[in-house]
């Protein structure tokens, strides 16, 4: 069946509510993305389409988490390759809004704050950006719940079909984000985690890898090489030894390291006493964050022995 577009809410609504109906669909999918997409937002498509009768793909680029206005400019806008690609992994429905539908009247006055989460990592590089992503997949979340009453109902006697959203386990600090967003705020959601997906060398994928010359894509290859350092020595509950990791890290000359650590993977707060000198037990989250050349990269590994 070939991908139907739609730019309104109403729009998605009315179509999102006709499938359920048609299939007596059982449950719906939301893969939230800002387009520029690549086979990791492919991975997460593919999830959701076989976990739910509906899905539903939006692409938004989302003014309120960028801090430069030439970032904002500069992000590359690609529909009809990603519709290409959503239609090729079976989504049913691409939301496409423009800013004025997602934010009638101009910036909100009241937004989702990401509190003390959100204050570290990417938030102490990026002030505002969790607040900004939070408000929009708050809204996403939102437009893509399934309507109440319709045909197939909810596994817990609710009358509702079950509703999941599907977020990269790339971006580690807004997949927590937005878990903890829907716990603490009830959102009848259940949140996917999906699997960083690599290059064949290991550069964990992203729409920013398009900005970066072969030099400088070889030397990014450094980041995903020492959080596979730390995973191995996790695995065989050896001492992390975080140090050395960071040393191979500041020995490729393109790359400026921002931060890398090893943080508990639900409240992101550092496990010193698993990185120096003790075998690391239990479960862990490594995160690293660097400029390589101009471009800014996120990676992570979640850890355990």
Same mark, same amino acid.
């Given at each position: 069946?070939?991908?139907?577009?739609?730019?309104?809410?109403?729009?998605?609504?009315?179509?999102?509510?006709?499938?359920?109906?048609?299939?007596?669909?059982?449950?719906?999918?939301?893969?939230?993305?800002?387009?520029?997409?690549?086979?990791?937002?492919?991975?997460?498509?593919?999830?959701?389409?076989?976990?739910?009768?509906?899905?539903?793909?939006?692409?938004?680029?989302?003014?309120?988490?960028?801090?430069?206005?030439?970032?904002?400019?500069?992000?590359?806008?690609?529909?009809?390759?990603?519709?290409?690609?959503?239609?090729?992994?079976?989504?049913?429905?691409?939301?496409?809004?423009?800013?004025?539908?997602?934010?009638?009247?101009?910036?909100?006055?009241?937004?989702?704050?990401?509190?003390?989460?959100?204050?570290?990592?990417?938030?102490?590089?990026?002030?505002?950006?969790?607040?900004?992503?939070?408000?929009?997949?708050?809204?996403?979340?939102?437009?893509?719940?399934?309507?109440?009453?319709?045909?197939?109902?909810?596994?817990?006697?609710?009358?509702?079909?079950?509703?999941?959203?599907?977020?990269?386990?790339?971006?580690?600090?807004?997949?927590?984000?937005?878990?903890?967003?829907?716990?603490?705020?009830?959102?009848?959601?259940?949140?996917?985690?999906?699997?960083?997906?690599?290059?064949?060398?290991?550069?964990?994928?992203?729409?920013?890898? #398009?900005?970066?010359? *072969?030099? =400088?894509?070889?030397?990014? /290859? +450094?980041? &995903?090489?020492? %959080?596979?350092? $730390?995973?191995?020595?996790?695995?065989? #509950?050896?001492?992390? *030894?975080? =140090?050395?990791?960071?040393? /191979? +890290?500041? &020995?490729?000359? %393109?790359?400026? $390291?921002?931060?890398?650590?090893?943080?508990?993977?639900?409240?992101?707060?550092?496990?010193?006493?698993?990185?120096?000198?003790?075998?690391?037990?239990?479960?862990?989250?490594?995160?690293?964050?660097?400029?390589?050349?101009?471009?800014?990269?996120?990676?992570?590994?979640?850890?355990?022995?």
């Amino acid at each position: 069946m070939p991908i139907k577009l739609v730019t309104t809410v109403g729009d998605l609504h009315a179509e999102s509510a006709r499938l359920l109906t048609s299939r007596h669909g059982a449950s719906q999918g939301l893969v939230p993305t800002m387009g520029a997409l690549h086979e990791g937002h492919a991975a997460l498509a593919r999830t959701a389409v076989e976990q739910n009768d509906v899905v539903v793909a939006s692409i938004f680029v989302n003014p309120l988490q960028f801090g430069d206005a030439v970032d904002l400019d500069r992000y590359p806008r690609t529909l009809e390759a990603d519709l290409a690609l959503l239609e090729a992994e079976g989504v049913d429905l691409a939301f496409a809004p423009s800013v004025e539908e997602v934010y009638p009247g101009g910036e909100p006055l009241v937004r989702v704050t990401s509190g003390r989460l959100g204050e570290k990592w990417e938030g102490a590089s990026r002030p505002g950006h969790f607040d900004g992503a939070l408000t929009v997949v708050a809204k996403l979340l939102h437009y893509g719940m399934p309507a109440a009453g319709l045909a197939g109902g909810g596994s817990d006697g609710s009358g509702l079909p079950a509703y999941r959203a599907y977020f990269g386990q790339k971006d580690a600090q807004q997949l927590a984000l937005v878990r903890r967003m829907v716990a603490d705020l009830n959102f009848p959601v259940e949140i996917v985690g999906v699997a960083t997906v690599r290059s064949a060398e290991g550069l964990a994928l992203s729409s920013r890898n #398009r900005f970066l010359s *072969d030099e =400088e894509r070889e030397a990014a /290859l +450094v980041l &995903s090489r020492a %959080l596979r350092l $730390l995973e191995e020595r996790a695995t065989a #509950r050896e001492p992390l *030894d975080l =140090e050395s990791a960071v040393r /191979l +890290v500041e &020995s490729q000359p %393109l790359v400026a $390291l921002d931060y890398f650590d090893v943080v508990d993977p639900a409240t992101l707060e550092p496990l010193a006493e698993n990185c120096r000198e003790t075998p690391f037990r239990g479960e862990g989250l490594a995160l690293i964050a660097a400029k390589v050349g101009p471009v800014r990269l996120i990676d992570n590994a979640p850890l355990s022995s």
